[in-house]
Each structure stands twice: as structure tokens, then as C-alpha cells.
């Protein structure tokens, strides 16, 4: 493989890397930890043997007891490396024979086998630049949990494994089950070898390994190169080296180890997680949620607050003088409701607005769930939870957010209409041409009481002037009332309508806050699970 090949696949794998990292530190707190625990030691794996020696592959021999996998190590090796003898009838530890032995070592310590042997140039491997590690490996059935716990952790490291099975227990369902099925999205760096072919009829061995094959291929293996070999006659020795021989020529083996890692790891990933994306948020979600919260917030008797208020204001300001101090009598029905002031003292207040009824509570909790739903809508099961999850919590802040928007909202409660200096002044004049008249008459009577010179008053059309006065002014009077009356209703109607649209502003705010924000934030953050899942498995 050319070096340009070796370093394309090298970059093609730390995308891969970098995808199912991200993956990973996306799902924290949606899926379940053992899952991304499990991720998190193949990256730090990956990132191992990458910064470890490129230039050596890995290769473990594999097998059960009685296998004869020692046998084959040896004559793989071309010489007794490892002992197979009654002496000592199972590998109790790791046992490597390196050919190139420089650059070995730090692989070597980090794979925790102790016990190297410096090889000799064997058929293919003929020199020091030749890259090569075999290992010797406990049996994988040994009723030692050390010996065992070795296996399962060379299953993980090793670049390439070779299975060594016997004509009596290759369908053995422990090795197929707890090793061959979980691996089989490593085929390209896996070969299989029936050892041990002499204790079988020369005209049995291909029916073996067919049936041998089938099986494999049910554990998904089934592009799996499957070699027959006796380590005790040396029959098929040569094609088992061969093979092991083009992998490490190759230079593949580390990258595809590692790709094979990702994509299981991958799969695991996406199998906790389910496939799909979420529908997201839609406009008129947001606005169905805005209408309903503001409903349960009690908007409604803040605007007739505002509309009332304004015509008790326009009363006390443009109304007969004589009887205007009346209004003051009745509250306000903003100040009642805490409402009349804003800005810095809105930061510290809250509203008198009745607390939320069960009913108001359950609108408000229906209106979230629905808009929860709709966004999480095609969205596979631990994200969907993750998006109510989302919305809930925002729901438990809702109560208080939501009054403190309407309290801080500047309903414009102080502001004066222009009209009303203009119908005071004339309310006033109205009053003072009134009371005049009546102090003419007052004065005219008082004086005829007296036995006084009356003097003459001024008609129009008969009508004395004083008793004009008092008419006109009473008259315009109630006229100006009734008039402001007019004014006041479609300015109450105004002044309402721009209430509703600031309170509805304030209360979208709220929801985009404690609501829509934290289910895009899980929204996006699926679609960038997915993406990046969709990176660490090549596609």
C-alpha cells in the first residue's frame, strides 16, 4: 500500500474518530452511560495504538483449550517459542515473537506482554524491517478469570486475530457466541483456522471447513478467509503465514482494525439511540403555545384592567368637575392588580393577578406537552424524552417567568391622551359660566331681598343672560361628559389592543426563553448526533 493510500485512510479514520467522539459527548445525559463509557474507552484505545508504532502489526493467535493454538503459534514461528507440552498444557500469559524489534517496545509495554522473543527470518518474515508481532494468548475458555480477562482485553487491542479452532469444537457455541458474533464487523481483519486437520479423513477436510464457513457466515462473518492447517504435519502452515504475510505487507491492518472498532462502536451507538430525526419547531407551534400560556397567564383580565382603567382616568380627568371626585372612590383596576408601575420597580414585583387554577395549570402543562410533542414528532425514544425533558423543565419555570412578563411589561398606564386638557379646560369653563349665572342671579336676588335698585338684565330672545349661563354651562357640561364618554371607549379599545400586543410580545419572549430554546437546543442537538453518527460510519 502506497504511502499517499496509507495516509488517505489514516485521515479518513480520524474523521470517522472525530465523528463518533462527537456523537459521544452529543448523547451525554440521553443515552445510557455504560454505552457511552464503552465508546469513550475505544476512543482513548484508538488514540493509543495510533500514537504507537505504525510500522508493526499486531497479530493474535486465539483459541480454546486442546486447540493446539501454542502448536500453530510455533509453527507459524518456525521454531518452539511457546511450550505446548504436557508441562505446561495451557498459555498462562502473553507471549510475543517480533520480527523488527526496533520501535517495538513502547507497543509491547502498552499491550502488557512481558514475555517478547526476538525472531528469526521464517518464509516472508525475513528481516528486521519486516513489522511483525505475534502473540501467544491465554486460552479464551480458561477457567482462570486472569487468563480470561486477558483474552477479552487482547480481543480489543490486538490489530489482527486469528482464531484457531479443532475439527472436534469448531461450532463450539462459547467462541462463536461470546467472540466471533460481537466481532463480526472486524472480518477484515480476522482469518480463521481449522488446526489439526490431520486428525481428519483426507476426504472429510473440505466438507469441515464448508460447514465451518456456513457457520461463520451466520455470525456475519461470512467474507472471512477460513484456512485448514495441521501445526503437527506442517499441512497448510505455509498458507496461514501467507496469509498473515499479505496483511501486514499490506499495511491496512491497524487502519481497519480501528475503522471496524468505530463502526461497532457506532452501531452500538445508534441502537441505543434508534434512528430518525425530530420534526423540529414550526411557527405556528410557537404561536399555538404563545395563545395558550397567554390565556393561562390571565392576559385577558390584564388588557380589561388596561381598558377599564384608562376609562376610569378619562372620567376623573375630562368629567363634570362637580361630580369627578367621585371616581377617586373606586380603585384602579391596574393599581389592583400591581400594575401601575414598571421599569426598576417591575424587577422586584410581581403581579396581584389570581394564581393559576387547576384548570389554568393544566392548560398550561397540555399547551407544552403538545408543543414538546410536536417537535420531538419522529424524533427515536431516548431523544424524544430528552426534548420533553426539555420542555418540562422549562414548564416548571413558566409560573413565575410568565408573571414577571406581564408585570415588567410597560403597559403605557401613565401616559395622558391629548384630548384630555383640552375637554378639562372646557369642562372647567363650562362650570365657571354655570356658577356665574347662578352668582348673577345671587346677586340680583339678594339685592331685591334688600329693597335695592334692581338693575336691568340683558335678554336674548326673552331668556336673561344669568339664566342662560346656567343653562349653557350645565348643558355643556353633561355634553362634554357624554363626549368624553365616546372618546374614552374607542381610546380604552386602543390602548387595550396595544396592551394585548405587548403582553402577547412579553409572553412569546417567556416561551422562546423557557420553552422553545431548550427543545431546538435538543433538536439540533439530535440532528447533530445523527450527523455526526453518520460521519463515524464512513457514509
Known sequence: MSRHSVAKESSALQRRLEGLNAARELAGGVLPDATLDSTLALLERASSRRSMSADHTVVGFFGATGSGKSSLFNAVNGAEIATAAARRPTTSEPLASVWGVEGSEPL????????????????????????????????????SAANRAVVERMV????????????????????????LTPMASH?????????????????????????LQGILKRDGLGTVKVLGASALTGAGVDKVRASIRQVVQAREAISQRLSADVARAADELAGAAGEGDAAGIKAGTVDRLTEQLATAANVHVVVDAVARSYKRESTARTGWPVTRW???????????????????????????LPKASAAERARTDSAVRDFADAASEGAPGPWRNAIRGAAREGREKLPGALDHAIASTDLKAERKSWWWGIFNVL?????????GGLGWLGVLAVLG?????????????????????????????????????????????????????KLAASIRAVAQREIVEPVD??????????????????R
Open 108 to 143: 509491547l509495554d502498552w499491550l502488557q506482554v512481558n514475555k517478547r522473543h526476538h525472531a528469526q527470518a521464517v518464509d516472508g518474515f525475513a528481516d528486521e524491517s519486516t513489522g511483525l508481532i505475534l502473540l501467544d494468548l491465554p486460552d479464551f475458555d480458561s477457567t
Open 156 to 179: 480489543g487491542l490486538v490489530d489482527v486475530l486469528v482464531w484457531v479452532l479443532d475439527p472436534q469444537k469448531y461450532a463450539d457455541a462459547a467462541v462463536h457466541n461470546e467472540f
Open 187 to 211: 472480518g477484515a481483519v480476522t482469518l480463521v483456522v481449522l488446526n489439526q486437520i490431520d486428525k481428519l479423513p483426507a476426504a472429510e477436510v473440505p466438507h469441515v471447513l464448508e460447514s
Open 326 to 352: 367621585m371616581i377617586g372612590l373606586r380603585a384602579d383596576p391596574l393599581r389592583r392588580l400591581n400594575l401601575r408601575r414598571v421599569g426598576a420597580a417591575a424587577d422586584t414585583n410581581r403581579t396581584s
Open 427 to 435: 369642562q372647567w369653563l363650562a362650570l365657571l359660566t354655570a356658577v
Open 449 to 501: 331681598y334688600l329693597q335695592m335698585p334692581v338693575p336691568e338684565v340683558p335678554r336674548v330672545e326673552g331668556w336673561p343672560y344669568p339664566t342662560l349661563m346656567i343653562a349653557g354651562g350645565v348643558a355643556l357640561g353633561i355634553l362634554l361628559a357624554m363626549l368624553g364618554k365616546v372618546f374614552a371607549a374607542g381610546a380604552a379599545r386602543a390602548r387595550a389592543a396595544s396592551a394585548r400586543k
Open 521 to 538: 437546543l435538543e433538536v439540533n442537538r439530535l440532528k447533530s448526533f445523527n450527523k455526526a453518527l453518520k460521519t463515524a460510519r464512513g
